[in-house]
């Protein structure tokens, strides 16, 4: 039980570094004057933003030691509840109900893949 406790945690943090990651991305990129390599090498939020990324994607490796690939990669799905959910606090985007039924299908069908 505290294993698949562990893995669900993993899961989560996993996820959420990936909607974390776009959004400082998102943040950084909003902040350049002009795009170009060196305006995005001198701002902060772009390294804030791979390092989600890359924080993400190394649970993801592990992830995938201990767990099946059917299970993992569909779960990377959950990363659009969170993206949801940073983009309202942070962002102040407007969350429709299409919005929150398209998640919610989502959900359960993670929740189907998970169980199965």
């Known amino acids: 039980m505290a294993k698949v406790f562990l893995e669900i ?3 989560l943090i996993m996820t959420l570094s990936g909607s974390l990651g776009a959004f400082f991305l998102k943040k950084g990129v ?3 004057e ?3 390599i060196p305006a995005m ?3 902060k939020y772009m390294y804030f ?3 989600f990324y890359v924080l993400g994607a190394l649970l993801n490796i592990v992830l995938l030691r201990f767990l099946p690939y059917t299970i993992v990669y569909p779960m990377t799905s959950v990363t659009y509840v969170w993206t949801l959910i940073v983009s309202a606090m942070f962002l102040k985007e407007k969350i ?3 919005k929150i039924a398209a998640v919610a299908c989502i959900v359960i ?3 189907f893949i998970a169980f199965s």
Request: charged share 10%.
């Open 30 to 32: 909003n902040n350049l």
């Open 109 to 111: 069908g993670v929740v």
């Open 9 to 11: 945690i993993a899961v």
């Open 41 to 43: 090498i001198c701002e």
């Open 49 to 51: 933003g791979g390092f």
């Open 96 to 98: 429709t109900w299409n």
């Open 34 to 36: 002009k795009l170009s």
